[in-house]
C-alpha cells in the first residue's frame, strides 16, 4: 500500500513511485490531492482519463552520444520487441 500526498511534478515520477506499491503481489495507491491547487484540482477531475493516456503524458527520456550503455541497453529490448511482433 501507498499513500501519495500531492502529485509529482511528472507523470513519469507518478508512474515511478506508485509501480512500487505492487512489485510481487497486488497493491493499493491511495492519491490525497491538495484541493486549492488549480492543476491538482484538474487532476482530480479528470483522474480515470489521465490514468486512460497515462502512455502518452509521460516525457520521452532522450539518449544522446553521451549515454554510454545505451546501445547494449537498447538493442536487446529492439530485437525482442522485432521478434516479437513478426511471431504474433
Known amino acids: 500500500m501507498m499513500v501519495v500526498c ?8 507518478y508512474v515511478q513511485s506508485s509501480s512500487r506499491a505492487a512489485r510481487s503481489h497486488p497493491g493499493l495507491v491511495f492519491v490525497c490531492f491538495k484541493a486549492r491547487d488549480p492543476r491538482e484540482t ?3 477531475e479528470f483522474f480515470p482519463a489521465i490514468h486512460e493516456h497515462m502512455d502518452r503524458l509521460i516525457e520521452a527520456v532522450a539518449v544522446n552520444r553521451f549515454a554510454s550503455f545505451a ?7 529492439l530485437i525482442a520487441g522485432v521478434l516479437l511482433c513478426d511471431i504474433t
Do not use: I, L, N
Open 42 to 44: 484538474s487532476q482530480y
Open 6 to 13: 500531492g502529485m509529482p511534478s511528472h507523470y513519469a515520477e
Open 71 to 77: 546501445p547494449k541497453k537498447t538493442v536487446p529490448g
